[in-house]
């Protein structure tokens, strides 16, 4: 049995407030992007991501601008793949005027015409820079103790716990 009218919008109504809190609370932007008439619409969140580095109202272009340029490619890779395998993933940084750089990574999907023709790309956009950040000190922190343990002539390894080795220092292999 089909739940009734009334049921079927609760539920619906219910799911959706799910998503918002899941968007919320997760920090997302999300973005709707009109393939046929370039209309970009965006939440808050997705103008805070890309920072005060927009006018107030941008649109989909201006966003791309802030793409830092070595990365360009990779968002547009994606954007041609997703017309075709209708997911969208990619990660790259953002080059704010102020000259910082700033991590997003980027998901969406394609909504397609009966023709099978793209008419839509919606998706969330995260800020990832805080992780970035954290990945970046924690492999120079790795960095430094391989050096250092690479320096001395006593023997250095490391286990997993199951006692597997995972490193040896150049004394051991030497």
Request: hydrophobic letters at 35%; glycine letters at 4%; a negative charge.
């Amino acid at each position: 049995l089909s739940p009734a009218v009334g049921q079927r919008d609760e539920l619906l109504e219910d799911a959706e407030q799910r998503s918002r809190l899941a968007i919320e609370a997760t920090e997302m932007g999300t973005f709707d992007w009109d393939l046929q008439t370039q209309e970009f619409k965006y939440s808050e969140r997705l103008a805070n991501i890309f920072g005060n580095a927009l006018k107030d109202q941008f649109d989909h272009k201006d966003l791309v601008n802030l793409i830092h340029p070595d990365d360009l490619h990779i968002r547009n890779e994606a954007v041609r793949n997703a017309y075709h395998s209708g997911s969208l993933n990619y990660t790259v940084r953002l080059l704010y005027r102020d000259k910082t750089l700033h991590w997003v990574r980027v998901y969406g999907k394609v909504a397609y015409d009966k023709n099978n023709v793209p008419v839509k790309m919606y998706g969330t956009v995260l800020d990832i820079s805080r992780e970035r950040s954290y990945q970046k000190a924690l492999e120079e922190s790795e960095e430094k103790f391989r050096s250092l343990a690479n320096s001395l002539p006593t023997f250095i390894w490391t286990t997993d716990r199951n006692g597997k080795p995972t490193y040896f220092n150049q004394a051991i292999v030497d």
